[in-house]
């Protein structure tokens, strides 16, 4: 089975690479293996030098990287040089932050001394999607591999070249070879690697069928998982709102990464004393945006990463307005099999409509009338999933009383949600569990060891004859 390299613009397949055979995987797993035995015996600070020149490497070469990810996945190319800088970004907040997020902590207890060690688990595999082909990635190897941890990606199959910079990015900065591989492989090699003793723990960042697969495969061999699934964010927008500053900031959220982000915002919950003049400056802010070649400097927002992405969503759109859902603005696709997808507005979305019921990965932003606070935090929790949500109000204290109410892993108020190094990133309900980020994120796949030190024994006395 050959890896496809597609160019979703031109519609042009760019490169193929030939599939690992499970020998060559297996012979990779060994060597990580290995390799998961001495790095932990690495100084922090070495392992901060490594990481600090793998930051300066993502930026040195954020052109060329930008570029692949506009070739692959049609990332705009500003959008993809954010992105790189983001992750280097990312790479010294660990190489800075790691030691003192692994200090043995203390605990009062009666013992003469007891304290909580952290200790790497050794190989973990992450299983990684194609939307941003260097941040997902980046946002676990950076702390697995301060951890003491050895990585395995496992990337999606239309990003090969991406998955392989990176590991470049990884061997050039100084790593050992072994503690950072790509493995360019199918999904059908995925469990038999879970099932193999030597891979300690799986990380997934992806859909709710694959991170429900993995996790079975895990959980039957006795394995930590840390899956980040689907979103269908809220994005609520109180009676007394800045309005302007809500409408503008929406279009911003919904067309993050060309509206394929877990955490972009895609239900727009809004009160209906405003919902009209939200609409209305929502549409023109879409309508503004420049669509075109993701190489192109201009270009705003670009296709879908496959035409078959763009298919679905318009049968999305399309189950849903024959259910009674209202069309407030149409772009869409030109014809079925084509990846460009216009920014879409639906309003008069209910339960049992698709649009309701499930995630739309791409611009189609979701419209519901709230009649007051409690109908808009019933509508925003009415959903499978619990990733971000975020609130709007000139009245801080009435945002952060809504924002404790709602399901979801991270709540902004008066921003759209995203993720950075110091904050904890992960979901509740179907959006999956573990936190990413942060100093939780690093200690995820950490074995987190009670050490208890009583006293020194008496000697015993012997007995006389």
């Known amino acids: 089975m050959a890896i496809e390299s597609f160019n979703p613009y031109t519609g042009r397949v760019l490169r193929r690479f030939p599939a690992f055979s499970w020998s060559k995987t297996e012979r990779i797993l060994g060597q990580s293996a290995r390799a998961a ?24 070469r954020q052109d060329e990287l930008a570029r692949l990810m506009a070739l692959e996945m049609g990332k705009p190319i500003t959008d993809g040089r954010a992105e790189v800088q983001k992750c280097a970004l990312t790479c010294d907040y660990y190489a800075d932050h790691a030691e003192e997020f692994m200090r043995d902590e203390d605990v009062k207890s009666a013992a003469r001394h007891s304290f909580i060690a952290y200790e790497p688990l050794g190989v973990v595999l992450a299983v990684m999607p194609w939307n941003f082909p260097f941040w997902q990635v ?14 395995l990606l496992k990337h999606a199959s239309n990003v090969p070249q991406c998955a392989l910079a990176l590991e470049r990015i990884f061997h050039d900065a100084g790593f050992p070879a072994a503690t950072f591989r790509t493995l360019l492989i199918g999904s059908d090699l995925v469990e038999k690697l879970i099932e193999d003793d030597r891979v300690k723990a799986v990380t997934l960042t992806g859909s709710e069928l694959a991170g429900s697969k993995v996790a079975a495969t895990a959980g039957a061999q006795i394995k930590k998982t840390v899956l980040e699934l689907g979103g269908s964010d809220p994005f609520v927008v109180l009676a007394d709102a800045d309005l302007t500053l809500a409408a503008t900031t929406a279009a911003q959220a919904r067309m993050i990464n060309s509206g394929q982000s877990c955490i972009a915002a895609k239900r727009f919950i809004v009160h209906k004393s405003i919902v009209k003049p939200f609409i209305s400056q929502l549409k023109t802010h879409l309508l503004a945006l420049r669509t075109g070649d993701p190489l ?30 209202k069309v407030e603005l149409y772009g869409g696709q030109s014809k079925p099999g084509t990846a460009l997808f216009r920014p879409t507005i639906i309003s008069g979305v209910r339960p049992g409509q698709r649009a309701y019921e499930e995630e739309l990965f791409g611009p189609v932003a979701i419209v519901m009338e709230a009649k007051d606070d409690e109908d808009a935090i019933r509508l925003a929790n009415d959903s499978r999933f619990g990733l971000g949500a975020s609130v709007w109000t000139t009245d801080v204290r009435r945002g952060e009383a809504v924002a404790r ?54 000697p015993t006395k012997k007995k006389v004859e």
């Open 405 to 458: 109410r709602l399901e979801a892993g991270a709540v902004f108020v008066n921003s759209m949600v995203k993720s950075s190094p110091e904050i904890p990133f992960g979901g509740v309900k179907k959006s999956g569990y573990g936190r990413e980020l942060s100093y939780l994120g690093l200690r995820e796949f950490l074995n987190q060891k009670s050490i208890w030190i009583g006293g020194e024994a008496a």
């Open 37 to 60: 035995r001495t790095w932990p015996r690495t100084t922090f600070a070495e392992r901060a030098r490594l990481m600090h020149r793998a930051a300066d490497l993502l930026r040195e």
């Open 138 to 151: 980046i946002r676990f190897a950076a702390p697995a591999l301060m951890a003491g941890n050895v990585g």
């Open 296 to 325: 192109d400097e201009a270009t705003q927002y670009g296709p879908l990463a496959r035409p078959d992405l763009a298919d679905e969503l318009t049968q999305q759109v399309e189950d849903s307005v024959r259910a009674g859902a």
